[in-house]
């Protein structure tokens, strides 16, 4: 048995419905780049569910980066002016230490927060605590974007993970990335805390108005994407996958912020031969609020992530939660979230090979396929977001996650004690 697994059970930790067992109420700061109401990425839906449920618990303060909004202390990416997007997000992770006030536990989400939370544990010698929603190394694409930032960007991520009190992964699949990962990183810090949905904000919802605003049919099944436009997100192959979609199928994309002119100017010319081909495709290129979002997933027959690479994927749940069928690629924590032939389907799915144009063809092909089989048999797509739903509300509950999460907060404080 490996190292991993013999921390499998034991890091996977128990909820809590409150203070533990010394009844002293905690306090910590939680760093983050996005926060409401600027939010792009799963990770900030996940700090803006957790952060509300954390409360109930300890004391939150949140130091966050952009533009200043209620509830956070904001800190811009303006310092050094015009130098790489990597070198002002560390200029805001510098303000962010200056800023934080004294608390028990420090708590970064994401590279771009993980300097600030190193820096302040060490500063106010206090654990310090990160999430990981992504992992640099298993995203090289992000070279294309940063530059040499990448290199900064995977500096700080490794440099935090492996300083850091406790480690958080958002799944089972993301644990097994992160110790491969990071070799040096004892895996008796790492603990799985899953991401989690709010079934009173994602659950079916019959109206119209934002369906018929964008022109997506009511009449016909639907295939719904929602996400950035990026290498990660897989867009590129389910437009592919689209020209193999039976004839009377629509495909809706709420897609928009491309990564890089060169990632934005693949999608296009994939969605312009689409178009031209098939075409009955719907693209929304503004990001649309969520209770918009909600709607289009509602009235979706099948929900569309081909994701080549997803430590959880909170847009899975999310559409399970409107009761709609997901087709997904298999790759992270989408398993741990799609249960295949119960939910909606997996496509396996390879990120080594994505460079065999033979095998990228085939996965294509494959999700098209299983695309169809759902919007062909609508019963059994609406039995699978039924299930969906249910798996939601049992499974991945905000509250069990805030009270797993402080359960990790007092193992960090006990890690950082005994050095």
């Known amino acids: 048995m490996s190292p991993a697994d013999d921390v499998a059970d034991a890091d996977t930790l128990a909820p809590t419905d409150g203070p533990a067992a010394d009844d002293r109420r905690l306090s910590v700061s939680v760093l983050t780049r996005e926060y409401p109401p600027t939010i792009y990425g799963g990770a900030g839906v996940h700090v803006a569910q957790l952060v509300p449920q954390l409360q109930k618990l300890v004391d939150v303060d949140v130091q966050c980066m952009g533009e200043p909004r209620a509830g956070a202390t904001a800190h811009a990416e303006t310092y050094p002016e015009g130098a790489n ?27 771009y927060a993980n300097l600030g939370g190193l820096l302040t544990g060490l500063y106010q010698d206090i654990p310090h605590v990160v999430t990981a929603h992504s992992l640099e190394p298993h995203r090289p694409w992000k070279a294309e974007q940063l530059g040499g930032g990448y290199r900064l960007s995977s500096w700080a991520e490794r440099t935090a993970f492996e300083a850091a009190d406790a480690v958080i992964s958002v799944s089972e699949g993301m644990k097994t990335g992160i110790l491969e990962s990071y070799t040096d990183l004892d895996p008796a810090k790492l603990h799985v805390v899953k991401n989690g949905i709010d079934p009173e904000e994602f659950k079916p ?44 199928t629509q495909l809706v994309l709420l897609a928009g912020a491309p990564d890089t002119p060169e990632i934005a100017r693949e999608f296009e010319d994939a969605f ?12 929304v290129q503004e990001m649309l609020p969520r209770a918009s979002v909600r709607q289009v997933l509602s009235h979706a ?96 509950s905000w509250a069990k996650i805030a009270g797993e999460t402080v359960d990790v907060y007092r193992a960090a404080i006990a890690a950082h004690q005994s050095r």
């Open 272 to 283: 312009a031969h689409l178009r031209s081909s098939r075409g009955n495709v719907v693209w």
């Open 205 to 248: 919802d019959t109206g119209t108005d934002v369906v018929e605003s964008i022109g997506m049919s009511l009449d016909a099944p639907s295939v719904v994407f929602v996400g950035r436009i990026t290498r990660q997100k897989g867009l590129v192959h389910l437009v592919r996958a689209a020209e193999q979609f039976d004839a009377g």
């Open 301 to 396: 027959t099948v929900f569309a992530c081909p994701s080549v690479y997803e430590p959880l994927g909170i847009v899975n749940l999310e559409a399970m939660a409107c009761e709609t069928a997901v087709v997904a690629s298999a790759v992270g924590g989408i398993p741990e979230v799609v249960v295949d032939g119960e939910t909606g389907y997996l496509v396996p799915y390879d990120p080594a090979r994505a460079n065999d144009q033979e095998f990228v063809r085939s996965f294509e092909a494959e999700f098209a396929a299983k695309v169809n089989s759902l919007t062909q048999d609508r019963g059994r797509a609406e039995a699978f977001g039924l299930a969906g739903r249910r798996r939601c509300v049992d499974e991945f």
């Open 85 to 111: 997007v990597a070198l002002r997000v560390f200029g805001a992770d510098l303000s962010m230490v200056a800023s934080v006030p004294e608390v028990d536990v420090v708590h970064s989400h994401t590279w």
